[in-house]
T-cell receptor, first 111, second 113 residues
Framework: EDKVVQSPLSLVVHEGDTVTLNCSYE??????LLWYKQEKKAPTFLFML????IEKKSGRLSSILDKKELFSILNITATQTGDSAVYLC???????????FGTGTRLTIIP | DGGITQSPKYLFRKEGQNVTLSCEQN?????MYWYRQDPGQGLRLIYY???????QKGDIAEGYSVSREKKESFPLTVTSAQKNPTAFYLC????????????FGPGTRLTVL
């Protein structure tokens, strides 16, 4: 059974700090790992990492995938209050028709 | 505008009643999904559908039913058999059944009184 574990469960930092969120996984025939940001309602897509794209960056957010050690990190630099959200990690395996999600990390940025 | 819509936003139900949550998308996506979200448990898959007139059970299908008569629509019925239905329900869609990126609707919060 596919499994995703995120850590920490929650994190509180001050504006301007840098944070690192962790996602470890077990999946049969790994195909991709996805990061989502969920503020109040629907999760919004951030990144997809695959065997051919193990590092992604968008503005202050970046993510890397370590396929050997089976984990990914999401990095946010110079955090802002708008970064406060739950960050979800999900994995997909070849032949799967569904994603397996972790429980999420709740990030709170204090002004 | 293209997107996924869910209705209602909030729903209250008495014990023993069935309720149906709506999910519509105009993205021309083949695959659609229903998730349930409880505090501290992430997203859990209830049902998913790869194409019209076909759907499969997810990890927690008991007490729920779905239909997929149209490509755009994937309604979820929460039946009285669902023991603990109070939760936040999210619908999602993706281009195809094995396309990774799923796009989510705004969700429906169901409360059983």
């Amino acid at each position: 059974e596919d499994k995703v574990v995120q850590s920490p469960l929650s994190l509180v930092v001050h504006e301007g700090d840098t944070v690192t969120l962790n996602c470890s996984y077990e999946v049969t025939n790994f195909r991709s790992l996805l990061w989502y940001k969920q503020e109040k309602k629907a999760p919004t897509f951030l990144f997809m990492l695959t065997s051919s794209g193990i590092e992604k960056k968008s503005g202050r957010l970046s993510s890397i995938l370590d396929k050997k050690e089976l984990f990914s990190i999401l990095n946010i630099t110079a955090t802002q209050t708008g970064d406060s959200a739950v960050y979800l990690c999900a994995v997909d395996g070849i032949g799967n028709e569904k994603l397996t999600f972790g429980t999420g990390t709740r990030l709170t940025i204090i002004p | 505008d293209g997107g996924i819509t869910q209705s209602p936003k909030y729903l209250f139900r008495k014990e023993g009643q069935n309720v149906t949550l709506s999910c519509e998308q105009n993205l021309n996506h083949d695959a659609m999904y229903w998730y349930r979200q409880d505090p501290g448990q992430g997203l859990r898959l209830i049902y998913y559908s790869q194409i019209v007139n076909d759907f499969q059970k997810g990890d927690i299908a008991e007490g729920y039913s779905v239909s997929r008569e149209k490509k755009e629509s994937f309604p979820l019925t929460v039946t009285s058999a669902q023991k603990n239905p109070t939760a936040f329900y999210l619908c999602a869609s993706s281009i195809g059944p094995e396309t990774d990126t799923q796009y989510f609707g705004p969700g429906t919060r169901l409360t059983v009184l």
